[in-house]
């Protein structure tokens, strides 16, 4: 329907079509495009958020990535997919800070503890212990 209540009507999109060259009198074509948007809803992430929020939680971006997947899955369930896919947007941006995050201090943390153990081995055997009469 337009505007002033009657029914709408079919327009051509390329202007006029008269058939083939050469046939007087041809049938006018109107054309219509269709288009198939198959949008599926945006993914939450609240498996990931959970892992980040119980293993992982520097700085509480586990807890915050928990709240915007819950956030996200409400909205995919009301259908509002715009703002479910924001909300699911922030949650995988938290998820991925958390997670870098928590990789940089465990490896930090494994590479301080082999240092260390090997510092401690060379003090160990430079300070003569065993005695070098026992070997």
């Known amino acids: 329907m ?3 209540g009657h ?3 079919a327009v051509p ?3 006029r079509y008269d058939g083939l060259p050469g046939q007087p ?3 006018t074509m109107v054309q219509y495009t269709t288009v198939n ?3 599926e809803p945006p993914r939450d992430h609240i498996l990931w958020s959970l892992c980040c929020f119980v293993y992982a939680n520097p700085c509480c971006l586990g807890l915050a990535a928990v709240i915007f ?3 996200a899955r409400d909205r995919k369930v009301v259908g509002d997919l715009d703002g479910a896919r924001h909300y699911a947007s922030t949650a995988r941006c938290l998820n991925i800070l958390s997670t870098v995050l ?3 201090t465990i490896l930090i943390c494994l590479i301080v503890i082999i240092v260390v153990v090997v510092q401690a081995q060379n003090a160990y055997r430079s ?3 065993p005695p070098r009469w026992y070997n």
């Open 2 to 4: 337009n505007p002033e």
């Open 7 to 9: 029914p709408a009507e």
């Open 13 to 15: 999109l390329q202007g």
């Open 25 to 27: 009198g041809a049938a």
């Open 37 to 39: 948007i198959n949008s």
């Open 69 to 71: 997947s819950i956030k």
């Open 102 to 104: 928590v990789s940089i």
């Open 127 to 129: 300070h003569g212990y």
